[in-house]
């Protein structure tokens, strides 16, 4: 009986060992909603229609991102807008990222706008409001059977948000308040949540080491720190010259502030230009395997961002509203679990 119960003792703790070690593939695919309500349709390669989100599990995609806006126009990007989607995400068995804008509209390092209604708010009002626009929105998914796994306090942060209220260079003090008013607001409705602090320019070691040094020093709490690594922009804003260099960089980082920080990370965002996409095939494997065996586990996983937008976005994965050999990366790699 003793060596039946230490088997089993055995067989339990590898299981558990096995599911703490999934490397995450996913995407962010906010966008849905406006797909089908402008009468777009998805197919897959072999040219049926198909659903984004079981698109998605088809190409391998075990995580599903979307973002959250506080009052947007149309409605897209609401709570309500994200529980629909959430619950077909859930019905798909793929574990679901909430990505807080904190915004009307988008929220990216060149521009992080206060909602209209907190505008004329103090600071102590608007980390009132951001904890209770956060709660509600999670409470909402609770209450309908929708479990997080893990929720962006924010998203590219790279100079805080809330502008001016919390740009980090000016109100660092204030930017960690926002955010730890977040943090506290995400735990008291799913205490396992695993709360991520998003940075772009995942080359760029300065910029982390500004904000978690920030963070830190004024009492903000996170648990996973998230990188964008996109090999375009990082070459467009000079930060790399190459590919490779982005790619290199971005590994070496994620080992640095594993170091520094002894908190696990993922690359929460990237994607490649989709008229190239047997080279974006080509990049997005090496990407996937170096995160997965080059950061002693430490880095989580992998997320596309908006893997079906085409036409004004160039950095999708789709053409003619099919998936590219981009996407044939991600499922060669889940097919690897």
């Not at 910029?207 to 467009?236: C, N, Q, T």
């Not at 960089?249 to 047997?278: C, F, H, S």
């Not at 065996?293 to 036409?311: K, R, S, V």
Request: proline fraction near 3%.
């Amino acid at each position: 009986m003793k060596r039946l119960i230490s088997l089993l003792t055995l067989l339990m703790t590898l299981l558990s060992a096995t599911a703490d070690d999934t490397f995450w593939l996913g995407a962010d695919i906010s966008g849905t909603s406006a797909i089908e309500a402008f009468g777009g349709q998805l197919y897959n390669a072999q040219g049926e229609p198909c659903e984004n989100t079981k698109l998605m599990k088809e190409y391998g995609l075990n995580a599903a991102r979307y973002r959250v806006w506080v009052d947007p126009r149309g409605g897209f990007s609401s709570k309500e807008d994200v529980l629909r989607l959430a619950l077909r995400a859930k019905e798909q068995g793929m574990a679901i990222m909430i990505d807080f804008h904190y915004s009307d509209w988008w929220a990216d390092p060149g521009k992080q706008n206060i909602p209209k209604a907190w505008e004329q708010m103090t600071y102590e009002e608007m980390c009132q409001a951001l904890a209770k626009h956060t709660h509600e929105t999670l409470q909402l998914l609770k209450d309908n059977g929708v479990d997080v796994k893990w929720v962006q306090v924010g998203n590219e942060t790279t100079n805080g948000f809330l502008w001016p209220m919390g740009r980090a260079t000016e109100n660092m003090a204030q930017y960690a308040g926002l955010t730890q008013a977040g943090y506290e607001a995400v735990k008291a409705v799913f205490p396992d949540a695993i709360c991520i602090v998003h940075l772009d320019g995942g080359c760029d070691p300065k910029r982390y080491k500004f904000i978690f040094e920030g963070l830190k020093e004024h009492g903000a709490k996170w648990d996973m720190i998230g990188l964008s690594v996109y090999p375009y922009w990082d070459i467009d804003a000079g930060l790399t010259k190459t590919e490779d260099e982005t790619l290199e960089k971005a590994i070496a980082n994620i080992n640095q502030l594993w170091d520094l920080w002894q908190t696990p990370l993922m690359i929460v965002e990237t994607g490649y230009d989709a008229d190239r996409a047997e080279d974006g095939k080509l990049w997005m494997t090496r990407l996937i395997n170096a995160a997965r065996h080059q950061t002693n586990g430490h880095c989580q996983g992998i997320f596309y961002w908006a893997p079906e937008a085409e036409g004004h976005y160039r950095l999708g994965a789709f053409r003619n509203h099919r998936p590219t050999a981009i996407m044939d990366a991600f499922k060669e790699a889940a097919s690897k679990q």
